[in-house]
């Protein structure tokens, strides 16, 4: 399907020129780049998102040098820097995560039709967040991925080391299973029914 999204500017000048020490490009690749980190890191770290944010910018600044790639290589490698301090930090503090944002601060989910087109719509409020941290791992990372950080279905495979489709069949089906939470009906006035869709292992 068609992603019927406007096509976002292309940072990959940017990106070419914050490798060669250009303090403003860079200013407009995080500008650009951390809101969706942060609400990725939200998901895995909670409260502490900041901190492993700020740990993430560090070490992209560090090795930023050592980078080769477009504005999607890019993301890519932000999320993936970020994931690994994420994990780090959890090791470390040996918890998980928690995301407290009310229920009720989610406005309105959209139908899964379109699975990159409806997650971004999704998140237009961070009470999302609280439903999207109550899926399973695999999917809840699929979703904010692709829809916040922007990265097509390979690169968050390569993210979460995981095949194309999976990634692509993870996200789907947390939107599905978001949808069944709310009641919400898909296009057409069809109810999601529950339990419709096979598990995610089937399909990994």
């Known amino acids: 399907m068609t992603d019927p999204r406007p096509p976002a500017a292309d940072l990959?000048?940017?990106v070419q020129a914050a490798r060669q020490g250009d303090e403003a490009a860079f200013n407009r690749l995080y500008h650009a780049v951390q809101p969706g980190l942060l609400r990725y890191l939200r998901l895995l770290v909670g409260a502490d998102a900041e901190d492993v944010a700020s740990?993430?910018?560090l070490q992209i600044v560090r090795d930023l040098h050592t980078f080769r790639g477009d504005e999607g290589g890019f993301r890519r490698w932000a999320a993936t820097v970020g994931r690994h301090r994420a994990m780090d930090h959890l090791r470390h503090h040996q918890r998980r995560p928690s995301v407290p944002m009310p229920v009720e601060a989610m406005v309105e989910l959209p139908a899964a039709d379109d699975t990159a087109a409806a997650a971004e719509q999704l998140m237009t409020t961070d009470g999302a967040l609280s439903l999207i941290a109550s899926?399973?791992?695999?999917?809840?990372?699929?979703?904010?991925l692709r829809a916040v950080l922007g990265l097509d279905a390979r690169s968050?495979?390569?993210?979460?080391?995981?095949?194309?489709?999976?990634?692509?069949?993870?996200?789907?089906?947390?939107?599905?299973?978001?949808?069944e939470v709310l009641g919400v009906e898909r296009h057409g006035?069809?109810?999601?029914?529950?339990?419709?869709?096979?598990?995610?292992?089937?399909?990994?």
């Open 12 to 14: 990959t000048a940017e």
């Open 55 to 57: 740990e993430t910018w």
């Open 135 to 144: 899926l399973p791992a695999d999917q809840a990372e699929a979703v904010l």
């Open 156 to 179: 968050a495979a390569d993210v979460l080391g995981k095949r194309p489709g999976a990634v692509r069949m993870a996200a789907h089906r947390g939107l599905r299973r978001l949808a």
């Open 189 to 204: 006035g069809a109810s999601v029914t529950p339990g419709a869709d096979p598990t995610l292992n089937e399909v990994t």
